[in-house]
DNA sequence: TTACAATAGTTTACAAATGTAACTATTAAA
DNA sequence: TTTAATAGTTACATTTGTAAACTATTGTAA
């Protein structure tokens, strides 16, 4: 209809260019706040603040080397804070700071807005069906064999198990 | 079930991390080829073989000073050929190569090897209505103001028609 | 016909993202 | 109590994103 030829694509690559475009608009429509991106981290947080760094890369297919920078920059933006678990001192604990607070709100609003807006012109049973077929692939692709690139926690970085000699 | 907790995500995100892992399991598969990247482009290619730059940008949303980059990329590895248009030589056509053609018939099987795979655990009308779906989300979203990274032909970059005076 | 605009693509420069490896510190396990 | 695993950091190379300015070519309207 409003292409020409309708054009076969790969699952992977319409969600890819599924989510330039929405992060495209939910850039413009968050234009003025002072932070330009990593948006879906503050939006993670708001409903799991106070969570460790891991968590987000898990949760966000994010790998841990990219977090650390990512933290840095909210950190530099006094957008969240990074706290040594007593209980765990390997983990650091990323808790919003008051302003963060104030624009994981905005955050949060655009996000939500954004999808009522596209999917209103979608009815509930479609929409629940597209809801559980989007978390089964992901489900399904998890189970493959892949280049692992930010679940880190899979990977054997370090050299394989020394047997013992003695 | 398979998540303590199942975290409500707004759909680009989830979007952006189906895509993620489908591309992991992807360049896993297709490891064996000495391209280990823009496996979308040859995918495209192959029903689109002798289009311009601009044409793939537009299909695969990739910015076209990337896509300078990765044209240059894949002559490189001889995989495809940029010819002018004797027609209108401002056009660029990309033409596989007979080594692009061999190649991408891999990265197209791959791809409709991992579709097929993960749409295997779901029925045919819950596949048709994901599709339908996702193919409106796109549509929606490209009527919405947007930060058109790499839709060029939407912007005004030069300046603004100036008023003849006379 | 001739300016001017629009289109396709390139180049440059810099910022940010990604991928990899090696590293510290801390905790868990054999 | 050594060894491994986990959480996070640092460093570096490569790739990608972004913006602006640029060439070359074609379309168009006075």
Redesign the pocket.
């Known amino acids: 209809m409003h292409n020409k030829k309708e054009i076969k694509m790969p699952v992977g690559t319409k969600a890819l260019i599924l989510s330039?475009l929405y992060y495209g608009v939910l850039?413009k429509s968050l234009e003025r706040l002072d932070l330009?991106?990593?948006y879906s981290v503050l939006y993670f947080l708001n409903e799991n603040n106070g969570c460790?760094?891991?968590?987000?890369?898990n949760n966000l297919a994010?790998?841990?080397?990219?977090?650390?920078?990512?933290?840095?920059?909210l950190i530099k933006m006094d957008l969240v804070d990074?706290v040594i678990?007593?209980?765990?001192?390997?983990?650091?604990?990323?808790t919003l700071t008051k302003k963060g607070l104030k624009q994981t709100e905005e955050v949060v609003r655009s996000f939500m807005a954004i999808d009522a807006e596209i999917f209103s012109t979608i009815n509930k049973e479609d929409l629940e069906t597209f809801m559980s077929v989007l978390d089964k692939l992901s489900f399904n692709l998890k189970a493959l064999p892949s280049?692992d690139?930010?679940f880190?926690?899979k990977k054997?970085?370090?050299?394989?198990?020394?047997?013992?000699q003695k």
């Open positions: 330039k850039s330009e991106r990593y460790n760094q891991q968590c987000i890369c994010i790998d841990k080397t990219a977090m650390v920078k990512v933290i840095d920059h990074r678990n007593p209980d765990d001192r390997r983990e650091h604990f990323i280049n690139l930010f880190n926690y054997t970085a370090r050299k394989p198990r020394k047997p013992i």
